[in-house]
């Protein structure tokens, strides 16, 4: 039985419920936290760093969505440092990969693009990579393109926990990274891909798209998927 | 009070970011008021002066001309804003950059051409390896993403900086 705790997040006095996140606990208290990897429904992975917070006592930052709350935790959500270390996040992953927002297909829907708004980002002051990535439209109705791809790995984990298929998984280390289907296969040749279309709507990004779709046409709508995934209890 | 010396350039663009800029309306009356355009698409005039507050930056670093003429406005200009996404990121101009540039010329002049099958060499200038954003090469003192970025944000920066104030704009303007 989930027992209700009380923590202090950015002085204010929350009652939250033991085994929560700190994140969902925050959000639940009406703050706002950054996030692109942490959707709701799955698994908490702690992969894009955005949600980092100060916890009182603890000598380093820590991402709310992978840390649970604990009985009397003091937390600091909003200070200069941490809004340096996330404008860092946001540009290093322009950085990584080509994002062309205006040419894009998620342009104007885009939760990393709206986050750099949101977070004062008018501009990146890393060089920008360039590097040459892969675009598969091998897939009869979608799309991915990997100039796009934050590696949040929210398809791989929606496709894992809630399709239970596992087509998505992500090779090699560091700035090599990748997503692959499957053992490395063209999205049109996968033997698992149910052409459910729930990696599609959880990405954040213009990285995976329907099929058919122009400049700024596509929408996503991640919050049924979250739904479905909360009534099956596949994770709070 | 002497006006202020306001100049504008394009670079690897494709002049939308200019159009924004007219598109400010009544606003460009006070900025005539204030300030005298003195170089750009906008004006007649065939060099850069010698010494302008503000300049106006369209569009990527994309070429040997493009670098060196940066250099020269910047060394120029006290006050350097890179207006759109070409200047601030290179955008567009820099789905190229992946591609080598003399692969890229020959898949447009060579394979991509009925007649006259090579690159051209006269007065064009060299391409730089990757189109590159404007501070990637000299100092940038603002940045107004956009694609074109919304006339009110223009408005909003060439009146704040014509009072001598920096303009904040964060959250008031985005890629793309
Ligand atoms: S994925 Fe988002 S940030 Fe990247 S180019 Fe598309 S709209 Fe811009
Ligand atoms: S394709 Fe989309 S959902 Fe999958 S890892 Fe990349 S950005 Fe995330
Ligand atoms: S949302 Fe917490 S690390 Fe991505």
């Given at each position: 039985?989930?027992?209700k705790i009380s923590i202090r997040i950015d002085?204010?006095?929350?009652?939250?419920?033991?085994?929560?996140?700190?994140?969902?606990?925050?959000?639940?208290?009406?703050?706002?936290?950054?996030?692109?990897?942490?959707?709701?429904?799955?698994?908490?992975?702690?992969?894009?760093?955005?949600?980092?917070?100060?916890?009182?006592?603890?000598?380093?930052?820590?991402?709310?969505?992978?840390?649970?709350?604990?009985?009397?935790?003091?937390?600091?959500?909003?200070?200069?440092?941490?809004?340096?270390?996330?404008?860092?996040?946001?540009?290093?992953?322009?950085?990584?990969?080509?994002?062309?927002?205006?040419?894009?297909?998620?342009?104007?829907?885009?939760?990393?693009?709206?986050?750099?708004?949101?977070?004062?980002?008018?501009?990146?002051?890393?060089?920008?990579?360039?590097?040459?990535?892969?675009?598969?439209?091998?897939?009869?109705?979608?799309?991915?393109?990997?100039?796009?791809?934050?590696?949040?790995?929210?398809?791989?984990?929606?496709?894992?926990?809630?399709?239970?298929?596992?087509?998505?998984?992500v090779v090699s280390r560091g700035v090599g990274?990748?997503?692959?289907?499957?053992?490395?296969?063209?999205?049109?040749?996968?033997?698992?891909?149910?052409?459910?279309?729930?990696?599609?709507?959880?990405?954040?990004?213009?990285?995976?798209?329907?099929?058919?779709?122009?400049?700024?046409?596509?929408?996503?709508?991640?919050?049924?998927?979250?739904?479905?995934?909360?009534?099956?209890?596949?994770?709070? | 009070?002497?006006?202020?010396?306001?100049?504008?350039?394009?670079?690897?663009?494709?002049?939308?970011?200019?159009?924004?800029?007219?598109?400010?309306?009544?606003?460009?009356?006070?900025?005539?008021?204030?300030?005298?355009?003195?170089?750009?698409?906008?004006?007649?005039?065939?060099?850069?002066?010698?010494m302008v507050d503000v300049t106006l930056v369209?569009?990527?670093?994309?070429?040997?001309?493009?670098?060196?003429?940066?250099?020269?406005?910047?060394?120029?200009?006290?006050?350097?804003?890179?207006?759109?996404?070409?200047?601030?990121?290179?955008?567009?101009?820099?789905?190229?950059?992946?591609?080598?540039?003399?692969?890229?010329?020959?898949?447009?002049?060579?394979?991509?051409?009925?007649?006259?099958?090579?690159?051209?060499?006269?007065?064009?200038?060299?391409?730089?390896?990757?189109?590159?954003?404007?501070?990637?090469?000299?100092?940038?003192?603002?940045?107004?993403?956009?694609?074109?970025?919304?006339?009110?944000?223009?408005?909003?920066?060439?009146?704040?900086?014509?009072?001598?104030?920096?303009?904040?704009?964060?959250?008031?303007?985005?890629?793309?």
């Amino acid at each position: 039985m989930p027992s209700k705790i009380s923590i202090r997040i950015d002085g204010e006095l929350i009652n939250a419920q033991s085994g929560a996140s700190l994140l969902d606990a925050a959000l639940a208290a009406g703050k706002f936290i950054p996030s692109l990897c942490h959707m709701k429904g799955l698994s908490s992975v702690g992969a894009c760093r955005l949600c980092v917070v100060e916890v009182a006592g603890v000598g380093r930052l820590l991402p709310a969505c992978t840390t649970p709350v604990q009985d009397g935790m003091n937390v600091t959500t909003q200070n200069d440092k941490l809004r340096r270390y996330r404008r860092t996040i946001l540009e290093l992953l322009f950085a990584e990969r080509n994002h062309v927002c205006a040419v894009c297909v998620s342009n104007n829907h885009c939760e990393l693009q709206a986050l750099a708004t949101r977070l004062g980002v008018t501009s990146v002051r890393f060089p920008y990579t360039f590097p040459r990535v892969a675009v598969d439209l091998s897939h009869r109705k979608f799309a991915q393109d990997q100039n796009r791809c934050i590696l949040c790995t929210r398809c791989v984990r929606v496709c894992a926990e809630v399709e239970g298929a596992h087509v998505w998984n992500v090779v090699s280390r560091g700035v090599g990274s990748r997503l692959v289907c499957e053992l490395n296969r063209n999205w049109g040749d996968s033997r698992n891909c149910t052409s459910c279309g729930k990696c599609v709507q959880s990405c954040p990004t213009g990285a995976l798209a329907e099929k058919g779709f122009a400049v700024e046409e596509m929408t996503k709508r991640p919050e049924p998927i979250s739904r479905l995934a909360n009534l099956r209890g596949v994770h709070s | 009070m002497s006006k202020a010396k306001v100049a504008t350039v394009w670079l690897d663009g494709c002049s939308g970011c200019h159009m924004s800029l007219l598109d400010i309306d009544e606003v460009l009356i006070d900025v005539v008021q204030k300030a005298d355009i003195v170089y750009g698409p906008l004006v007649d005039a065939q060099e850069f002066p010698e010494m302008v507050d503000v300049t106006l930056v369209e569009g990527a670093v994309s070429s040997q001309d493009d670098l060196r003429l940066i250099q020269k406005i910047r060394s120029r200009s006290k006050l350097l804003v890179s207006l759109g996404d070409c200047a601030v990121t290179s955008n567009v101009p820099s789905m190229r950059n992946n591609i080598p540039t003399k692969v890229l010329l020959e898949r447009a002049y060579v394979q991509g051409a009925d007649v006259n099958h090579r690159p051209p060499t006269d007065g064009v200038p060299t391409l730089l390896r990757h189109a590159v954003p404007v501070h990637e090469v000299v100092k940038v003192d603002i940045h107004v993403p956009g694609c074109p970025p919304k006339a009110d944000a223009i408005a909003f920066v060439v009146t704040e900086l014509l009072s001598g104030r920096k303009p904040e704009l964060a959250g008031k303007v985005k890629f793309g």
